[in-house]
């Protein structure tokens, strides 16, 4: 967005344009439009039926639907949220900290409405943008999966979404305070597609809530195999290639920078699944399938932020280093410290949106995305990532120990122990897989 | 136990004969290692076995069980999915169907199985209502 719009006021000053050429209206773009309404498709199509399938296929079988559930509840209340209030405080306003309540259910996106900086309509970018806070916000279910009582999931979800990501999103990409601008010499943060804003803040939250909700009755005693990876296979490669539309879209245009983004996600993607399954070959004895789809989503994840920033090659490398350090942080360091992240959000999510938001001030590439990472000689950026990084994680983290004590009082957030052992698709649900 | 009075007055008289010991039939249990399933089928059948009933089952012997692992989480699989394999024939048939089962099932590894030999009381086709050994 911020590389179109400096884009803009570079051609309006070589131009010399005059005030009223200046403010002729952009006009939309046919070829951007119709590649962002596909890319909407497939970002929706990663929460459903994509991340249902993941996490699904990595629960017990008493718990699938309960899992599925928790996406299909994001996908249905956030996008309700986003409508009402979420979209306009996100992305309306230049506030710092959170936008303005202006565009109210919509209030203003006419026909002609065209989105900041873009050749696309507004209410594109509105319904692109939802896509991305369902998701973000079905990704924490993974760490409370096999024990949150729905209601207080419910509560959570709503909550969450305006509490946590409508801020964070608008400090990040909605003109707030480590939002760079290029017009107005502002540095910020560099995040093309989510890596603070999505998956840092995921994996934060999720790992907050497991350490709030406790254990699972069990852990590290009971036998918690998969009940069906095979669905998770079909979520990962669902989420895959609704990867390309969440990276390749957030160019919010069909051009090379998306074409790039696309092309280095893949690489990350497939270098992150051989880096983990290599690992575990070499640690384990046997390369797993779960180790390979994790290390395709932890590349995925780490991909995200510096997608459109970098080179694809530079994919490959971040794809290298985000396979070994998930696979450490699931299978090392979550063991030593204790807590249960279920389907690992933090392992995965959170230790990749970190680590790529990081990797993205090393590598970013002027050429592609304006800004010049530490390889470029601009060390300075790393400071920004790092200050972007922990404004996020601090905010997610601290926003989200208060909502749950707050839902607490409201409703218990964990089911009792014997709903648990019996299983959350009966008790909360009614429903179970036969 | 009793079987369905309803079979009572069908062509070969009453299922109580069967009780008094003037049957003599074995049904023969083999617990066996699924990817050998062909192998038994294939063999019982070239021995003249017209049938057979089979079901996966889960269970452990001297083999123990497995470890699986899961992103480093150990758990241990105690039952391993296996097949049984139920036959039923007359006595003078029971060595030499053992023999062909335990041939075809067998790869001298750990976890190959067991078979169980034990008897039958009765046995009524329930198409016809044939009993015992002509129900086989």
Known sequence: MTTTRALLSIALLVLGATP??????????????????????????????????????????????????????????????????????????DGALIGNLDKVMLRGIGMDAIAPATKIPEILFMAYQMTFAIITVALVAGSVADRMRFSAFVWFAALWMLVVYVPIAHWVWGGGWVTPDAASMKPGILDFAGGTVVHLNAGIAGLVAAYVIGQRHGYGSENFSPYDLSLAVIGTGLLWVGWFGFNGGSALAANSRAAFALVATHLAASMGALTWMVLEWWTRGKPSVLGMISGAVAGLGTITPASGFVLPWHGLVIGLLAGAICFWACTK?????????????????????????????????????????????????????????????????????????????????????????????????????? | MALPGCVDGLTRGSIGAAYRGTNSMKLIIAIIKPFKLDDVRDALTANGIQGMTVAEVKGYGRQKGHKEIYRGAEYAVNFLPKIRVDVAVDDNRVDKVVEVIANAAKTGQIGDGKIFVTGIEGAVRIRTGETDSDAL
Request: glycine share 12%; net charge negative; charged share 10%.
């Open chain 1, 20 to 93: 009223a050429l200046a403010e002729a209206a952009p006009t939309i773009d046919t070829g951007d439009t119709a590649w962002m309404i596909a890319a909407t498709g497939l970002v929706l199509m990663m929460t459903i039926p994509g991340l249902a399938l993941f996490y699904c296929g990595m629960v017990r079988k008493k718990n699938v639907l309960a899992t599925m559930a928790q996406s299909l509840l994001c996908t249905m209340l956030c996008s309700v949220l986003w409508v009402v209030c979420g979209y306009s405080l996100a992305f309306n306003g």
């Open chain 1, 333 to 434: 360091l979550k063991q030593k410290v204790g807590y249960d992240d279920s389907l690992d959000v933090f392992g995965v999510h959170g230790i990749g949106g970190a680590t790529g938001t990081f990797l993205c001030g090393v590598f970013a590439v002027a050429a592609i995305g304006e800004t010049a990472g530490l390889l470029e000689g601009n060390p300075g950026q790393l400071l920004y990532q790092f200050y972007g990084i922990v404004a996020v994680a601090a905010w997610s983290g601290i926003a989200t120990v208060i909502l749950l004590k707050l839902i607490e009082l409201m409703v218990p957030l964990r089911v009792s122990k014997q709903s648990e052992i019996e299983g959350l698709d009966v008790t909360q649900h009614g429903e179970a897989l036969q």
